[in-house]
């Protein structure tokens, strides 16, 4: 069998990734032809196909998955060998891969991670942080796409290590002239009479409040569906509905918008993020001090 070289398996990492060699080939900047040539020459080599075009887009074959995953191995293997090696030059050096929930980012994680870099010892280290729903995350830390991941802990952390991280409420924002604005606190099933703003149904939020109302035998009626927290708040600040929303993060708005937000009585509103990893031992030393510094600042 011809040996396989690094670029393929990354090509071939890529387009399994992106579901598309365009996309890959943008990524990599390189030629989509000159992947499928790629391509080709390692299924010739393997000899069996090891992608299929569907309708959802270019997918593995069983003998394409099982090579993907020892090719996200090996890629991994390289990839901390280099940085080990780096870290020898004075300071720590090389570059972490970090997922992380909309929760997580728009809270204390990029106040955290920006007092990771600026400690001089820490000025050789690229952070690359690319936002994830809270199980997204969990799967490409598990599958090695990502070195380290930031997420909520009640996702399935199965074959992962993990540390505390940060806590947060859940609270229900209304409109300063809502008629709930009086309250101290609030149960979910209580704002179940009111219209909502709801996130996109795939997140670990929303799913958890759609169990909560199942268990009243209820469901919750949205006025309104958005993509992230700013336009929610802008919903509940329009006093149009109200809505479930990190608790920290609403005492921003809530100074800006007129928004009152009301402790959740529930026992589930109450949040642990998490770091989450493979190994902790397998990690690069510049991961390494990054989980460090994360679990001490949340313990700070």
């Avoid at 090509?11 to 399994?16: D, F, I, M, Q």
């Avoid at 802990?153 to 209304?174: I, K, Q, S």
């Avoid at 190994?279 to 600042?297: F, G, I, N």
């Amino acid at each position: 069998m011809t040996p396989l070289d690094l670029t393929t398996l990354r090509l071939l990492v890529a387009v399994c990734e992106h579901q598309n060699i365009a996309r890959a080939a943008a990524q990599e900047n390189i030629a989509a032809s000159a992947i499928s040539k790629r391509l080709a020459h390692l299924e010739k080599a393997v000899g069996a196909p090891l992608l299929v075009r569907g309708r959802r887009g270019t997918q593995p074959t069983e003998v394409g998955s099982a090579l993907l995953e020892h090719a996200r191995g090996v890629l991994f293997a390289v990839e901390r060998m280099q940085n080990d090696l780096a870290a020898y030059g004075g300071g720590l050096k090389g570059q972490v891969r970090l997922l992380a929930t909309p929760s997580a980012i728009a809270e204390s994680l990029p106040d955290d991670i920006a007092a990771f870099m600026r400690k001089p010892a820490h000025r050789g280290i690229k952070i690359d942080i690319e936002e994830r729903l809270t199980a997204d995350v969990a799967r490409a830390v598990r599958d090695r796409s990502a070195s380290l991941g930031v997420c909520w802990d009640n996702v399935d952390l199965t074959g992962l290590d993990h540390r505390p991280y940060r806590r947060d409420e859940l609270a229900l924002a209304v409109h300063s002239d809502h008629p709930l604005a009086s309250r101290k606190r609030i149960r979910f099933s209580e704002t179940l009479d009111q219209q909502h703003v709801g996130l996109p149904p795939s997140s670990a939020v929303q799913a958890m409040l759609r169990q909560a109302a199942a268990r009243r035998g209820r469901t919750i009626d949205y006025r309104v569906i958005v993509s992230n927290f700013d336009a929610a708040f802008r919903v509940v600040a329009a006093n149009l509905a109200v809505g479930v929303l990190p608790q920290q993060l609403g005492r921003q708005y809530a100074r800006l918008s007129g928004i009152t937000m009301l402790p959740l009585v529930d026992a589930w509103a109450r949040r642990l993020f998490v770091v989450c990893f493979r190994d902790y031992d397998e990690l690069s030393p510049a991961a390494q001090s990054m989980v460090d510094h994360l679990v001490k600042s949340a313990a700070a």
